[in-house]
């Protein structure tokens, strides 16, 4: 930007390129929707105290930045996100001075400091009309689709009063004039863009243009103007003004009165936005790059995760940790318990469905992950249920189907669990009663929890080893 007008010739030192004025608009229009953003959030929690804030953004967002402006402009010279650029306001001349700014700067800036008038009129243009400019864009995004139904909302009513005339004129407005006012107002910034880019105007927004105000870049003099303005305020704080002195001398601090609070608030404002963007862009690349992924893994590698534990099946580890004289007292005991007490105590620690009410046949989880939980063999072709497990993609296709020979042996009175891994589908013998209508086979289900599988077959993912 600065190298176009370096070729004409014209080249000022304190006037900032058209990059660094798009760049602190940019910043400034971030701002609300950043704002509001976190807001939000904080009313999910606290809705009955945060709801009539939230609804009432807009006006308290334009009374808060009318003071953060307000002192700004009359301390720094320059708005909130101006001075975060070194950027401030000033009188506009008719023709330049460079020999009287490079020969007496501290006079140059106090002709051109801001009056009060000056600052009104700058806050107006600052925060006037962007508050106007998004209730109107707000008001046109409802009142556009509605539009559309006609003359039903279109038509003034027979009997209307003030009020509904008041509010028909305003929706008029909205949908035949506001649409050309909104184009000729973005027309005038980029014509006014363009000629500041070329040396051609000294104003880069027309309302700055209207109220003879630039931008300018911070010199020296401004900033030892601010130090002096800031040490002045220290000094007056620390031994105050008339009564406040003997009260100062008699042990009495100011420090904490309101103008020093709200100085010292306004003030800090200027180190909470760079640092609250640099923790943004630091939040971005953290999680954007491969460096915290890289160091999330290695930290665990070194952790020994426990196996899941699926609610209505025997754990595991319980399983894998008892020893072989338990596992045959066990069988023996199971050989002396009748076939009905067998039968409760499978349907005891089986899923019910939420449907049928009916227990569902599942079978436990294998003490390895190598192995598939319905065959209990090495897997082949592994393939994702939608819980999470691995199975067999053939064993977890008939399983879904309903045709898998444990399965059928099950419901044709067979044992639930076997220890020849079952492969034999010619195999059907049958140790007990038919369960058909008093079990559900697990068709349709996931085999370890017995929870339904979303699109049957479909929901089965291969997995790539």
């Given at each position: ?7 004409r010739g014209t080249f000022d030192e304190g ?42 953004f807009d006006e308290l967002y334009a009374l ?402």
């Amino acid at each position: 930007m600065e190298f176009v007008t370096s070729l004409r010739g014209t080249f000022d030192e304190g006037k900032p390129s058209l990059f660094e004025l798009l760049s602190e608009q940019q910043l400034a229009s971030l701002l609300p929707p950043t704002l509001r953003y976190l807001l939000v959030v904080a009313t999910r929690r606290n809705p009955r105290y945060l709801l009539r804030i939230l609804n009432s953004f807009d006006e308290l967002y334009a009374l808060a930045g009318l003071l953060v402006e307000h002192h700004y402009l009359k301390t720094r010279g320059g708005s909130f996100t101006e001075n975060f650029y070194g950027l401030k306001r000033e009188k506009s001349l008719a023709a330049e001075i460079p020999r009287a700014t490079h020969s007496s700067p501290d006079v140059v800036r106090q002709a051109l400091r801001l009056s009060s008038a000056d600052i009104w009129k700058n806050l107006a243009v600052m925060v006037g009309i962007p508050y106007i400019k998004r209730k109107l864009d707000e008001s046109y995004e409802i009142n556009a689709p509605r539009a559309l139904l006609g003359s039903s909302y279109t038509r003034l009513p027979a009997n209307a009063n003030w009020k509904d005339k008041i509010l028909f004129y305003y929706r008029w407005f909205l949908t035949n004039i506001y649409p050309s006012i909104n184009a000729a107002y973005y027309f005038a910034l980029l014509a006014f863009n363009l000629a500041y880019l070329f040396d051609n105007s000294r104003y880069h927004n027309p309302f700055l243009w209207m109220i003879g105000t630039r931008v300018r870049r911070m010199n020296g003099a401004d900033y030892k103007a601010i130090e002096a303005r800031l040490e002045k305020a220290a000094a007056k704080g620390r031994l105050g003004g008339g009564a406040a002195g003997a009260a100062a001398a008699a042990g009495t601090s100011s420090m904490f009165s309101a103008r020093g609070i709200s100085a010292r608030m306004m003030g800090g404002l200027s180190l909470v936005l760079p640092t609250s963007i640099f923790a943004l862009k630091f939040l971005e690349w953290w999680y954007a790059s491969d460096f915290a992924k890289q160091l999330s893994r290695k930290a665990a590698e070194s952790l020994d995760l426990p196996p899941p534990v699926v609610t209505g099946v025997p754990s595991t580890a319980t399983a894998a940790t008892t020893g072989s004289g338990e596992k045959k007292e066990k069988e023996t005991e199971e050989e002396e318990e009748s076939e009905e007490a067998k039968e409760e105590k499978l349907k005891a620690s089986a899923p019910i469905s939420s449907t049928s009410l009916l227990p569902i046949f599942t079978v436990p989880p294998p003490e390895s992950s190598d192995l598939c939980p319905i065959c209990e063999g090495e897997i082949v072709t592994p393939a994702a249920c939608q819980t999470g497990i691995v199975y067999c993609y053939t064993c977890i296709h008939k399983w879904l189907t309903g045709t898998h020979p444990r399965q059928e042996r099950f419901m044709a009175g067979g044992p639930a669990i076997t220890r020849d891994h079952d492969d034999d589908e010619n195999d059907t013998k049958t140790e007990g009663p038919n369960r058909k209508d008093k079990w559900e086979s697990g068709e349709g289900r996931c085999a370890v929890t017995g929870r339904r599988v979303l699109g049957g077959t479909e929901g089965l993912r291969r997995i790539m080893v």
